[in-house]
C-alpha cells in the first residue's frame, strides 16, 4: 500500500519567514495531494491541494509543489503570522475506487512572534 | 464544502463500556469515512461507510469491536465497544465532496478510564 514520509516533524520560524513542508510518497499510481492544518482542538481542515496533472498550485500565502518523478511534494508557506502555528498533515490518494487518503506523520509548525 | 458536526464532542468512559459517535452533514454525500487519531499522532483510517452497505474496514480495525451503521446519505455512527485505555483517541468522522476531497468533522475526544 501507499506509504508517505513527511519531513520535518518540527519547525520554528520568525513571523514574516516562509516554512517548508516535505512529504514523499511511494505508489506512483497515486494523483491526489491534499494538506490539512490541525489547530489544538479541532478536526483537520483542508487548505491546499493538488492533481497529479500540475505541477504547483498557489492559494495566497500557501503554495503547493509537486514533483511526480521524484515522488514528492511541498507546502510553502510565505510570510508566516502566528495564526499559521497548527499540526500541518501531507496526504496522497491513489484514486479512482480507491479514494482512501494515507497520510504523512505530521509537522508541528510554530510561529515565533 | 460540507459543514460536518460530530456528537459528543468528548467523553470519559470507563473500561468495558461501549460509546456510540454521531456524525451529522449538511448536505447528501455517498462517502463517508472514519479515522482514529491516537494522542500526537497522524490520522488512521478505520473503516469507510457507504450508504446501503456494509462499511469496509482496514486492516486492524474489526467490525465487532468498531460498529458502523450508515442510514441514509447525511448521517453515520461509529461505536466503540467494550472499551479500553488503549481506544482513548480523537475519532474524527469525514466526507468525500468532489474527486477524493475529504472535508472532516471537529471530532470527539475520547478518554477511557
Known amino acids: 500500500g501507499e506509504n508517505v514520509e513527511q519531513h520535518p516533524s518540527t519547525l520554528s520560524v520568525q513571523e514574516g519567514d516562509s516554512a517548508v513542508i516535505k512529504c514523499t510518497y511511494s505508489?506512483?499510481?497515486?494523483?491526489?495531494f491534499p494538506w490539512y492544518k490541525q489547530e489544538l482542538g479541532k478536526g483537520p481542515q483542508l487548505i491546499i491541494d493538488i492533481r497529479s496533472n500540475v505541477g504547483e498550485k498557489k492559494d495566497q500565502r500557501i503554495a503547493v509543489t509537486l514533483n511526480k518523478t521524484a515522488k514528492h511534494f511541498s507546502l510553502h508557506i510565505t510570510e508566516t503570522q502566528p495564526e499559521d502555528s497548527a499540526v500541518y498533515f501531507c496526504a496522497a490518494s491513489i484514486g479512482g475506487s480507491a479514494r482512501q487518503l494515507t497520510f504523512g506523520s505530521g509537522t508541528q509548525l510554530t510561529v515565533l512572534p | 464544502s460540507a459543514v460536518i458536526s460530530q456528537k459528543p464532542s468528548r467523553d470519559i468512559c470507563q473500561r468495558g463500556t461501549s460509546l456510540t459517535i454521531q456524525c451529522q452533514v449538511d448536505?447528501?454525500?455517498?462517502?463517508m469515512f472514519w479515522y482514529r487519531q491516537q494522542p500526537g499522532q497522524s490520522l488512521t483510517l478505520i473503516a469507510t461507510?457507504?450508504?446501503?452497505?456494509?462499511?469496509?474496514?482496514e486492516s486492524g480495525f474489526v467490525i465487532d469491536k468498531f460498529p458502523i451503521s450508515r442510514p441514509n446519505l447525511t448521517f453515520s455512527t461509529l461505536t466503540v465497544s467494550n472499551m479500553s485505555p488503549e481506544d482513548s483517541s480523537i475519532y474524527l468522522c469525514?466526507?468525500?465532496?468532489?474527486?477524493?476531497?475529504?472535508?472532516f468533522g471537529p471530532g470527539t475526544r475520547l478518554l477511557v478510564l
Open positions: 505508489d506512483s499510481a497515486s494523483n491526489y
Open positions: 461507510a457507504n450508504q446501503g452497505s456494509e462499511a469496509t474496514y
Open positions: 469525514s466526507v468525500e465532496q468532489g474527486v477524493g476531497t475529504q472535508y
Open positions: 448536505s447528501q454525500v455517498t462517502m
